[in-house]
């Protein structure tokens, strides 16, 4: 509990885990249902100023509505409400387009704020919306997936996607609060809690090999959704991901550790072609154990390490393996490794990968050789 502190809400108790960037710093607020009274926890006083909740489909019902409702009672003739179609394909631009016509359709000003209401993709393309409308307005982080509540909204990255690969576009952006009610889970759907789930995990393997042992323990509490165990992930995965944003907002160094596996991810996604078959955390479950075998192969890390891993993943519900996704993907290495070309994370023609030692032990390495990467996903499409 060093950086977290505790704060009484009106309703419940909630945890504050501060995000330090100077001028920029705000705090993550986690807790149960906060979102009736979400006033409470932004940094300003909202009277007077024009109100927007951007959620989905899914969500507007009852969260996106219960943010609504509690804004209208501090500001009821100035809080507009828009609800996207749900899914990977509302991060476009013609999405953005249509919220930022909707904001300024609506008499958007520099002092509104936007609150976005959702999983990662409203967190994300709301983020994008708000950093762009009027140079930049206010945004709140009001994330009501577990992916969303232990990586996506806290840090600042907002994007949205391009038929030619995913966040290609966007902006590093922070919100003003970020606002976690993990009350919200309820409603969300088994898989698509194990999904975020698999990015609570990466934190353990990047660099704390005890949180790692505390989830192969109580993992599976926190994916039934047990309040204190939830609490407590969410909880110790926005500490970990602050420290790390902290100390390089921008992705120019140990932030990419937060890539582990998404290299691996981001190509298996492009080859499902988003269609559902594969969620952004089922992608990176798979692309961490090819991280851990590729580390393994180039004599990096033992077998057991890896073992480890999927075996935990395996136990919790997630997939391991390449040959695992269903239906299949109609894809082979080679193209697997072209999409990885394109991913973000290659710097003058190089494509750097995540490695690792050892559960907890990650770091950055380049000239990794495309046969060896090549070698084990055909392991992972052969499911050996
Ligand atoms: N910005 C970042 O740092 C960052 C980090 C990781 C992932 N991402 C992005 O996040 C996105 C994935 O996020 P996600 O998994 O949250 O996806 P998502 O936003 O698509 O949400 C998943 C599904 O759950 C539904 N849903 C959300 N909350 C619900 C609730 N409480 N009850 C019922 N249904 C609910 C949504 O409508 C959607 O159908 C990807 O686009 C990925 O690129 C961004």
Redesign the pocket.
Known sequence: MDSAKQAKGPQSETVVVPIDLGERSYDIHIGRNLLSHIQDYVPMDLKGRTLFVLT????SNP?GGQVYEALKSVRPESVQLLALP???Q??SFANLERVVAWLLDHGVERDSVLFAV???????LG?FAAATIMRGIAFVQV??????QV?????????I?VPQG??LVGAFYQPVSVVCDIE??????RR?VL??YA?TVKYGLINDPEFFIWLEKEGQKVCDLDPEPVSKAVEISCRKKAEIVKEDEKESGVRAL?NLGHTFGHALEIAAGYDGRL???EAVAIGMVLAFHLSHRLGLCAEEEGSRVESHLTEIGLPTRINMIFPPLETDAKELMSYMKHDKKVSLGVLSYIVVNSIGKAHVMQGVSDEDVIEILQHSIDGT
């Open positions: 989905d489909e899914n969500v969260h749900a899914g990977e509302t991060k959702g999983g990662g993709v409203i967190g994300d983020g994330p009501t997936t577990l992916l969303a990586d996506s909204s806290v840090g600042g990255k907002t994007a996607n995913k966040n919200t889970l309820k409603t969300l759907p698509e999904a975020g990015e937060l969620l952004h955390g």
